[in-house]
């Protein structure tokens, strides 16, 4: 056993992986590791959080936001898309229609309105929870791309499947998200 420890150690030591050194100047290394933290602080990330405020005054979004447009727009329209769930003055025309299978389908012209030139309208509740649908759609894009949440495959395929729904809600009432 001692053999194989003396090997280990003499393997390590080869490597760089021996016992750590501490140096009699420890205050001196401390004080270092903090100025080279703070040096990148006072320029070049001073410099990029300047950038970034003078695009998002400017342009009215930063390089960081085009990076991930649709992290972006998702959460931009969450708390909008929250506050006309939550007061509404108004629904909307029905423009879609489910089969048995889940698949949405949507209506052609001549579907929407009658004979008599009238188009069907959504009631709240169904106006309420295609709203909820399209919140639904637009968090999952926000914690599908947080690297800390953990998603098992199935419950994952499951709120995939109903994210494209609500994507595709989006997409058909897209015109309708007034108030």
Request: charged share 35%; aromatic share 18%; with cysteine.
């Given at each position: 056993?001692?053999?194989?420890?003396?090997?280990?150690?003499?393997?390590?030591?080869?490597?760089?992986?021996?016992?750590?050194?501490?140096?009699?100047?420890?205050?001196?290394?401390?004080?270092?590791?903090?100025?080279?933290?703070?040096?990148?602080?006072?320029?070049?990330?001073?410099?990029?959080?300047?950038?970034?405020?003078?695009?998002?005054?400017?342009?009215?979004?930063?390089?960081?936001?085009?990076?991930?447009a649709a992290?972006?727009?998702?959460?931009?329209?969450?708390?909008?898309?929250?506050?006309?769930?939550?007061?509404?003055?108004?629904?909307?025309?029905?423009?879609?229609?489910?089969?048995?299978?889940?698949?949405i389908e949507?209506?052609?012209?001549?579907?929407?309105?009658?004979?008599?030139?009238?188009?069907?309208?959504?009631?709240?509740?169904?106006?309420?929870?295609?709203?909820?649908?399209?919140?639904?759609?637009?968090q999952f894009?926000?914690?599908?791309?947080?690297?800390?949440?953990?998603?098992?495959?199935?419950?994952?395929?499951?709120?995939?499947?109903?994210?494209?729904?609500?994507?595709?809600?989006?997409?058909?009432?897209?015109?309708?998200?007034?108030?």
């Amino acid at each position: 056993m001692k053999e194989i420890n003396k090997k280990l150690a003499e393997i390590k030591s080869t490597f760089g992986c021996g016992e750590p050194v501490y140096s009699k100047y420890r205050p001196v290394e401390i004080f270092c590791l903090f100025i080279s933290r703070w040096k990148y602080q006072l320029t070049y990330g001073l410099y990029y959080k300047i950038k970034y405020f003078v695009q998002r005054r400017f342009r009215g979004y930063d390089d960081l936001d085009k990076w991930n447009a649709a992290w972006y727009i998702a959460r931009k329209a969450i708390p909008v898309l929250k506050e006309m769930r939550d007061d509404f003055k108004g629904t909307s025309i029905k423009r879609h229609r489910e089969d048995r299978f889940g698949n949405i389908e949507e209506l052609s012209h001549e579907e929407i309105y009658h004979e008599d030139g009238f188009p069907v309208s959504l009631t709240e509740d169904e106006w309420r929870n295609i709203l909820d649908e399209i919140i639904f759609a637009f968090q999952f894009t926000l914690d599908s791309d947080d690297f800390d949440g953990e998603f098992s495959e199935e419950n994952y395929r499951k709120n995939y499947k109903k994210q494209r729904k609500g994507l595709k809600l989006f997409s058909i009432y897209y015109d309708n998200l007034w108030d």
